[in-house]
């Protein structure tokens, strides 16, 4: 999967300097907001929902993407800030965190993957793409991934998280199995704490604190999602699942919108072994196991969104959760990538649109 998702950020990068990605401004002509914008964040200030950052000058430009790092569990940990033009300190903001994939920066997932900023400038909210913790690769090189406490479990409890043809990938020291290939800093203790650093610098609504995130990203926003949903908005992981024996769902209200691929064989939506042999939830166990934590229906029906008919985007629910919460799975005719094309953002329209509709 690793391998695979390099080379594909390679082949994307050089198609990224041939070709312009137009983001379709809300409330514009031809709008996929079709003429209605998303609701606007209230004005809230300290003990009404807005952070204590409120009414303080920002640490980074407006408008700008710039680098913080914070000292957590010894380590230096690094994350860029993206803020839209339209920050106000004191008018409290949506956040969303938006997590890399193997391989992947803070930088590459902003300018490359899923172009978020453009559409954050657009709509109005604030982007944090955080970064993960290198290890050596042992070949001069350094390996960034996340810790979603599978990746460096195996075997897990349905057995191997890999197939003993399986690509062998650089293995941090901690590694005691073949199959791992990430490190085991507790990155879940990171994004609480990262939170309190955000929300301490900025306006941030914190009834409005999204995260989604791609490939192993989105894996890990799953277990962030499973972990610290009490902090949490929504969560919408793209093309990413747990591995196999490690499904999990939140004991409280969380809505979750899953984002796949029909053409993904690196991380397969339908439970097939992937192209470098590693073993991953299928999706509708992931849905049916969230649904059943959010009190939904059994069965799926369908559900609508901005996005429904590009690249044959539809999506599905399980319908009637307690508590307001809303399980969507979303499929789309496309490889391992995130849903965009040369016409917009489509995959952020529909993930923001979800988004917009929860609020803790």
Not at 7 to 33: D, F, K, N, R, W
Not at 79 to 88: A, E, I
Not at 126 to 141: C, L, N, R, S, T
Not at 298 to 320: E, F, H, K, L
């Amino acid at each position: 999967m690793k391998k695979r998702i390099a080379l594909t950020v390679l082949a994307v990068t050089m198609i990224a300097t041939l070709l312009t990605v137009q983001i379709v401004t809300v409330g514009e002509a031809g709008s996929l907001y079709k003429g209605k914008p998303p609701t606007k964040t209230p004005r809230l200030m300290p003990g009404e929902g807005g952070s204590s950052g409120c009414g303080q000058t920002p640490p980074t430009a407006i408008g700008q993407t710039e680098t913080l790092s914070i000292v957590f569990d010894s380590l230096n940990r690094s994350y860029n800030v993206h803020l839209p033009p339209s920050y106000d300190p004191n008018t409290p903001l949506s956040l969303v965190l938006n997590f890399h994939g193997y391989g992947g920066n803070p930088e590459e997932q902003e300018n490359v993957t899923s172009l978020m900023s453009e559409h954050a400038d657009d709509t109005g909210y604030i982007v944090v793409y955080p970064a993960a913790y290198p290890f050596d690769d042992g070949d001069g090189g350094f390996v960034y991934t996340w810790n979603d406490l599978a990746c460096n479990n195996s075997p897990g409890p349905l057995g191997p998280i890999c197939a003993f043809s399986a690509y062998s990938y650089p293995q941090h020291p901690c590694a005691t199995d073949e199959c791992e290939y990430c490190g085991c800093q507790d990155d879940v203790g990171f994004v609480n704490a990262l939170l309190d650093e955000v929300e301490a610098n900025y306006c941030i609504d914190t009834g409005r604190v999204y995260v989604t995130g791609f490939s192993t990203g989105a894996m890990f926003v799953q277990r962030v999602g499973c972990a610290l949903a009490d902090r949490l908005a929504a969560i919408a992981p793209v093309h990413g699942a747990l591995h196999t024996g490690y499904n999990c769902a939140p004991s409280t209200t969380l809505p979750i919108m899953e984002v796949w691929g029909s053409n993904d064989r690196i991380v397969p939506a339908d439970g097939a072994l992937s192209t470098d042999g590693y073993w991953y939830t299928l999706v509708d166990d992931v849905v049916d196991l969230w649904g059943a934590s959010q009190g939904c229906d059994a069965s799926a029906t369908p559900y609508t969104t901005v996005s429904d008919g590009t690249r044959n985007w539809t999506c599905i629910q399980r319908a009637n959760c307690a508590a307001g919460a809303e399980v969507v799975s979303c499929s789309w005719r496309g490889p391992h990538w995130w849903p965009k094309n040369k016409q917009g953002n489509f995959g952020a329209e529909a993930i923001w649109e979800f988004f917009s509709k929860h609020s803790k």
